[in-house]
């Protein structure tokens, strides 16, 4: 058959939100201590911040840092973490099985935000953690009056309140893993408690739910009982099989889960006639399936070509998704499951920093709804990824091509995703434009590899962007997709 992919420009799904870029660290393993802070390192700043880990984020834009936790959060009390770093006390660390020296704390996460021009997103501690802790760290972070966090703030070297407008309501509190794990309603209870006093302290702050998958029953009555409280509601979902096809399929669990996730929402929104949008935050995404707390390497996952090729699918959809998903942080960015992998002497850039850079760079503007023609491959039998219990084969069979579209009308520019995820054969497509005719060629970026399990170390780097110009117009062109790749194509239409 004849592949093929049809962009209109004016069937917009809607605006590409470029939080959906943003990123997540936690207190685990090598992503603050040696990835992001290194005090006395020579490659670190007067801060002590990685000046290499600063720079490769940095390329990645992302608009939004969610911190501390994580299962780390559960246990963390913030307030441990501020003044004087020698009188801080360093403590258990319950979720990942460590100890926390607390060197790295609240005005030091701020600082890094503010330097590196990135929203925080503090998530608080429903486990072990009070009402009047969340109240306080609020009041620390925004306070502007006369009283006793606010003044603890300035007397700790910021007079400026930090305006911290993201919060998150806790921590996976569905998980038996959790510190301080609860029932929804239970959960519910204590967050919409959490929710009052925070936003008493600062009515400005977004509020985020603790969500699970966004099909559970958990998010139901999360939704229910939590939704005149917040801004967001929150999943999880991460991925990752040794199966090719299962690992680059797997993402469309994700498809799956905003819209019925959105849908529970609005079902809500209508029966308590609430006016004010909740969108998803999907706070935590990833491919993450080789590595673990049981196996104690400090989540510090390899990624390979395919992976790459997930996380890029993964990018498709929230762009296709656009209209629900207007928050996602990427889990993690520095060593623990992230693109940036740092040792005392350096740093390389994982596979799946591609991608995600490609698309914070150029996928941006209105959200398209392309059309794809595809030969599409089916599962041979229903089988679950053995880390995850989540299955996607129902929804198969899957395009062989997936494809997202973003047109930024300011510039006129157009972008246009594809992965071509067929392990053997590359596909010659037919790309096809409505009321666009291509004006001065085309950019076309590549990641690409021999082969499907090709990563980068230190030694080697295998999958990097190819980059070169096509020299094209007019309102059609063919081009063949390697296989087992993913390419992006931008260009300048009138
Ligand atoms: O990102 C690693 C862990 O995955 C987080 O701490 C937790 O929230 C999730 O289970």
Redesign the pocket.
């Known amino acids: 058959m004849e592949n093929k992919i049809k962009v209109d420009l004016e069937r917009v799904i809607g605006t590409i939100d470029s939080r959906v870029y943003s990123g ?1 660290i ?1 207190h ?1 393993g090598r992503c603050i201590y040696g990835g992001i802070y290194d005090e006395g390192s020579a490659l670190s700043d007067e801060h002590g911040y990685r000046k290499d880990v600063m720079e490769a984020m940095r390329a990645l834009k992302p608009p939004i840092l969610r911190w501390p ?4 959060v559960s246990g963390y009390h913030w307030t441990d973490g501020i003044g004087p770093v020698e009188q801080r006390p360093r403590r258990m660390e319950l ?2 099985h460590a100890e926390e020296s607390n060197r790295f704390g609240t005005d030091e996460f701020l600082r890094y935000c503010e330097l590196m021009h990135i929203e925080p997103y503090i998530c608080v501690n429903a486990g072990s953690g009070t009402m009047d802790e969340a109240q306080a760290w609020v009041e620390y972070c925004n306070g502007t009056g006369n009283t006793y966090w606010a003044n603890l703030r300035r007397q700790n070297g910021h007079p400026e309140p930090y305006h911290v407008t993201y919060w998150g309501l806790g ?2 509190m569905y ?1 038996a ?1 959790q510190v301080g794990a609860l029932n929804a309603e239970d959960y519910a209870k204590k967050a919409a408690a959490f929710a009052k006093v925070m936003k008493l302290t600062d009515p400005s702050i977004k509020l985020v739910s603790c969500g699970e998958s966004g099909v559970a029953d958990w998010d139901r009555v999360v939704i229910e009982q939590l939704a005149r409280f917040v801004d967001f509601h929150s999943i ?1 979902i ?1 991925t990752g099989d040794n199966d090719y096809y299962r690992n680059v399929f797997a993402p469309h669990q994700a498809e799956r889960a905003l819209r019925i996730c959105q849908a529970t929402i609005e079902q809500v929104r209508y029966q308590q006639q609430i006016e004010q949008p909740i969108y998803v935050a999907y706070d ?1 995404w ?1 491919v ?1 399936f080789r590595t673990g707390q049981e196996q104690g390497d400090g ?1 510090e996952e390899r990624y390979t070509l395919s992976d790459a090729l997930a996380v890029a699918t993964y990018l498709n959809i929230f762009l296709r998704q656009c209209n629900s998903v207007r928050l996602a942080n990427l ?2 960015m520095v060593n ?2 992230a693109p940036i992998y740092t040792s005392e002497q350096g740093m390389f850039l994982q596979t799946i920093y591609h991608p995600l850079r490609l698309y914070a760079n150029y996928m941006y503007g209105d959200a398209l709804d392309v059309h794809v023609s595809s030969e599409t491959h089916n599962f041979p039998a229903a089988k679950n990824s053995p880390r995850w219990t989540h299955d996607v084969t129902d929804l198969g069979p899957f395009k062989l091509l997936d494809a997202s579209a973003a047109y930024d009308a300011a510039t006129k520019t157009l972008a246009v995703a594809v992965i071509n995820r067929d392990q053997e054969q590359a596909h010659a497509t037919s790309l096809q434009f409505a009321d666009a005719s291509i004006i001065q060629g085309i950019n076309v970026y590549t990641v690409n590899a021999s082969t499907v399990d090709a990563i980068n170390s230190f030694e080697e780097n295998n999958v990097s962007v190819q980059e070169q110009r096509l020299d094209v117009g007019g309102a059609s062109f063919s081009y063949t997709f390697p296989a087992h790749s993913f390419t992006l194509l931008r260009m300048h239409v009138r």
């Open positions: 997540f936690e685990l936790g994580g299962n780390f979720a990942w921590n996976e998980g893993w999880h991460y935590e990833n993450w989540l889990a993690q623990v499951i």
